[in-house]
């Protein structure tokens, strides 16, 4: 059964930065695309970055673009993302979703591609 499983998150302060890794188990494809939303109460689940592999072709949301960096570990085969200069508007539930096939790069961004979703991690960024 394929799971995905996010670790990382928690507390800290406007300006710090934080990582999370993302990885999927439970499957043998080399084919795969690993993506990271958020949602904050009261709002929509919003896109983040995407990650596609082979090839390693990345896609980053516009908003958080030159803040938010995802990368592969090899080593650990994960997808981590990196959060840079947060603020108290990233505070949110960040998700990793993954769909085992190579998502064409202008869908990367939609949710409907993902059929794999991890638990969540909640961020909070205090003032």
């Known amino acids: 059964q394929v799971q995905v499983q996010e670790s990382g998150g928690g507390l800290v302060q406007a300006g710090d930065s934080l990582s999370f890794s993302c990885k999927a188990s439970g499957h043998t494809s080399r084919v795969y695309t690993l993506a990271w939303f958020r949602q904050s109460p009261g709002k929509e689940r919003e896109f983040l970055a995407a990650?596609?592999?082979?090839?390693?072709?990345?896609v980053t949301e516009d908003s958080v673009k030159g803040r938010f960096i995802i990368s592969r570990d090899a080593a650990k085969n994960t997808v981590d993302l990196q959060m840079n200069r947060l603020t108290a508007e990233d505070t949110a539930i960040y998700y990793c979703?993954?769909?085992?096939?190579?998502?064409?790069?202008?869908?990367?961004?939609?949710?409907?591609?993902?059929?794999?979703w991890g638990q969540g991690t909640q961020v909070t960024v205090s003032s």
């Open positions: 979703a993954g769909a085992l096939k190579s998502v064409i790069v202008s869908a990367m961004s939609l949710a409907s591609q993902y059929g794999y």
């Open positions: 990650f596609r592999w082979p090839g390693g072709h990345v």
